[in-house]
């Protein structure tokens, strides 16, 4: 039985690894959520060490299931330096429905995909450590509807 567990969650593993990998670029912050909500102050964070400049050209993918109550997602992206104060942040409001509420995507067996621009030329240029920070912008608590959220440097 042990055994059968282990190879499950090893094929979990590799497909989930090759979701991810077959988006391209560099997955900074990735999070799927199995119940299908998202707490408000459950911050989706990751610390990134440079140690040389870098520009990020960042998109965020996400996955929204059909009973997603809102006609928009709300979120706030934010880089801090290793002292924990901000540099950058900017909070952002994506369209998933159109005013009718019809989705602004096909309907996958994943539910609705969708790839927002977050910043196309986010520089860092000094070496260190840099933690990112997505937070849940929306007015409910937990959000339902959520099944994924990729954090990507194309």
């Not at 990998?21 to 799927?32: E, H, M, Q, Y």
Request: charged letters at 25%; a neutral charge; aromatic letters at 14%.
């Amino acid at each position: 039985m042990k055994k059968f567990v282990l190879v499950l969650s090893l094929i979990g593993l590799i497909g989930f690894s090759a979701c991810h990998s077959n988006r391209g670029g560099n997955v900074l912050i990735s999070r799927a959520f199995p119940t299908l909500s998202w707490e408000r102050f459950d911050f989706l964070e990751e610390t990134v060490e440079l140690k040389k400049p870098v520009t990020y050209d960042l998109v965020l993918f996400a996955t929204f299931m059909p009973d997603y109550p809102f006609n928009y997602f709300e979120m706030a992206f934010t880089v801090f330096d290793d002292h924990g104060n901000p540099l950058r942040g900017k909070n952002y409001r994506f369209n998933v429905k159109e005013r009718d509420g019809s989705w602004k995507s096909e309907l996958t067996e994943d539910g609705y995909k969708f790839t927002f621009p977050v910043n196309s030329a986010l520089t860092l240029n000094e070496p260190g450590k840099y933690k990112l920070q997505i937070e849940n912008r929306m007015p409910i608590t937990p959000l339902l509807g959520i099944k994924e959220i990729s954090l990507i440097d194309k």
